[in-house]
């Protein structure tokens, strides 16, 4: 069986924990890494304010089943559920900093509960300097609640680990229409403009061909353009929180080499649907015992 951390593939889809298989993987491999890990979103009612320090003989049980112990500080939630999601991601974001190649670019999906939490983790981490942009997913689907703005948009924060040197085919990005485009010229209204930092793009279509069935689907628009710019035709495109494929699916479109992980059976099982009859190969990553 192939071991996760050799690299000789086109494509190839990981069952495990990604912790476990991003410590596989050797320094500076990835030349693109993007994410989308879980909002945290069913952790945002709690009431109790705790403090948490990870422990085999904790009390409470949080992210993937690792154990915490607690303390109870006061009548205020929002901590907790902050403490619990960064725990969670920080090991993971530490070793996707190890693996990410000298001129790599990292895009980490997210959404309004926790980006500002995410920033800090992530400043601390690549740096403040290599912050590069904020991008704004914005979509109109679903319902609109009468008691707030409804929230209609995800976001994307964009790091690289040298920002002196890293990949950005402005030539490759695709363009928008004018929104005037009689003020502009033929020639530049044929070509279009580029896009800024806000991006409208629809999410998938419940009915559409591209729908896999996966709930947390990104659409493969968001992901070309993504893959487009900051990576180029043979690089390794690693994406630790697969789901349903998309990010691997775009990248082979681009002609990129794809990694993909996720410890959830039913993504294994979409993405096998979703990749049946292309050159990708699925494993079982089992992590090593010490």
């Not at 704004?136 to 995800?154: E, F, L, Q, S, V």
Request: glycine share 8%; with cysteine.
């Amino acid at each position: 069986m192939a071991e996760a951390g050799a690299l000789d593939f086109n494509a190839r889809v990981v069952h495990g924990d990604n912790l476990a298989v991003l410590r596989s993987l050797p320094d500076g491999c990835a030349n693109l890494i993007y994410i989308d890990p879980p909002f945290n979103t069913g952790k945002t009612q709690a009431r109790t304010q705790l403090r948490t320090e990870r422990s085999a003989n904790g009390d409470r049980v949080g992210f993937k089943g690792q154990t915490y112990a607690t303390e109870v500080l006061g009548s205020k939630a929002f901590e907790d559920a902050f403490d619990d999601y960064l725990a969670f991601l920080q090991p993971r974001l530490e070793a996707a900093y190890r693996v990410l190649a000298a001129d790599g670019s990292f895009y980490f999906h997210v959404d309004y509960r926790e980006v500002h939490y995410c920033k800090l983790l992530l400043d601390g981490i690549f740096g403040r300097d290599n912050f590069i942009n904020e991008i704004i997913w914005a979509y109109d689907y679903g319902g609109r609640p009468k008691n707030r703005w409804p929230t209609k948009h995800d976001n994307i924060l964009f790091y690289v680990k040298d920002n002196a040197h890293y990949t950005f085919n402005v030539d490759d990005i695709d363009r928008i229409p004018y929104m005037a485009p009689g003020l502009v010229g033929e020639e530049k209204a044929k070509r279009g403009k580029l896009p800024t930092d806000t991006w409208w793009h629809t999410i998938v279509s419940p009915t559409g061909k591209e729908k896999t069935g996966y709930p947390t689907q990104k659409p493969l628009g968001v992901m070309r353009r993504i893959i487009a710019a900051s990576s180029n035709p043979g690089d390794l495109v690693l994406d630790f929180f697969a789901g349903s494929g998309s990010t691997g699916a775009a990248a082979l479109e681009l002609k990129r080499r794809a990694l993909l992980v996720d410890s959830n059976p039913e993504a294994i099982a979409v993405m096998r649907e979703r990749f049946q009859g292309q050159d990708v190969e699925f494993i079982e990553h089992k992590q090593k015992e010490h």
